[in-house]
Nanobody, 118 residues
Framework: QVQLVESGGSPVQAGGSLRLSCKVS????????MGWFRQAPGKEIEGVAG???????RYAESVKGRFTFSQGAAAFTYYLEMNSLKPEDTAIYYC????????????RGQGTQVTVSS
């Protein structure tokens, strides 16, 4: 059974930083890629950062230059480093596995809340 467990979300002031972590257990098909998605109140879920089929990280335009997606040294651990946070970054952040390049989600965690105050 696949499990994705996120952690690291918290309230933070604008301009601050957070690091989200994702720990994966269970078997995920090799053709899927890992990424982070988010859903703000009243909005659709959107891709934030994820690996493409070449293993390169891709980012939503709104977070480029501020967020960094990486795989940890420990197996099946992934991070989203978020800097210069803005109130519009407020959302539930989900670790997910799915179509490479922030495509359709196949597996998703329960999410971690990030709230950025101005």
């Amino acid at each position: 059974q696949v499990q994705l467990v996120e952690s690291g979300g918290s309230p933070v002031q604008a301009g601050g930083s957070l690091r989200l972590s994702c720990k994966v257990s269970g078997y995920i098909e090799r053709f899927y890629c890992m990424g982070w998605f988010r859903q703000a109140p009243g909005k659709e879920i959107e891709g934030v950062a994820g690996f493409d089929s070449n293993g390169d990280a891709r980012y939503a335009e709104s977070v480029k230059g501020r967020f960094t997606f990486s795989q940890g040294a420990a197996a099946f651990t992934y991070y989203l480093e978020m800097n210069s946070l803005k109130p519009e970054d407020t959302a539930i952040y989900y670790c997910a596995a799915g179509t490479c390049g922030l495509g359709a989600i196949a597996y998703r965690g329960q999410g971690t809340q990030v709230t950025v105050s101005s």
